[in-house]
Nanobody
Framework: QVQLVESGGGLVQPGGSLRLSCAASGSISSINTMGWYRQAPGKQRELVALIPTGGRTNYADSVKGRFTISRDNAKPTVYLQMNNLKPEDTAVYYC?????????WGQGTQVTVSS
């Protein structure tokens, strides 16, 4: 089994920054894709960013230039550095792990951008 534990969410003012972390444990393959999705109230869950093992990152257009995804394969942990946050970034952010034929979700962490 795989467990994903997110941390780092909270309340921030517009223009501020937050850093999300997601620590994976359990049966983790050496080749996988980790990433972040988000879901705002009344909206569908959407991709934010993905980072494969040793591969190219992929970002939603709405966060390009503001968010940066990175990973530490030794831990293994994925991070999301979010800068210049906007009210429309308010959502529950979910960690995602894809490996072999399985996909896993974290429990989610709330990010609220408000003055």
């Amino acid at each position: 089994q795989v467990q994903l534990v997110e941390s780092g969410g909270g309340l921030v003012q517009p223009g501020g920054s937050l850093r999300l972390s997601c620590a994976a444990s359990g049966s983790i393959s050496s080749i996988n894709t980790m990433g972040w999705y988000r879901q705002a109230p009344g909206k569908q869950r959407e991709l934010v960013a993905l980072i494969p093992t040793g591969g190219r990152t992929n970002y939603a257009d709405s966060v390009k230039g503001r968010f940066t995804i990175s990973r530490d394969n030794a831990k293994p942990t994925v991070y999301l550095q979010m800068n210049n946050l906007k009210p429309e970034d308010t959502a529950v952010y979910y960690c995602r792990l894809l490996q072999l034929r399985d996909g896993y979700w974290g429990q989610g962490t709330q990010v609220t951008v408000s003055s």
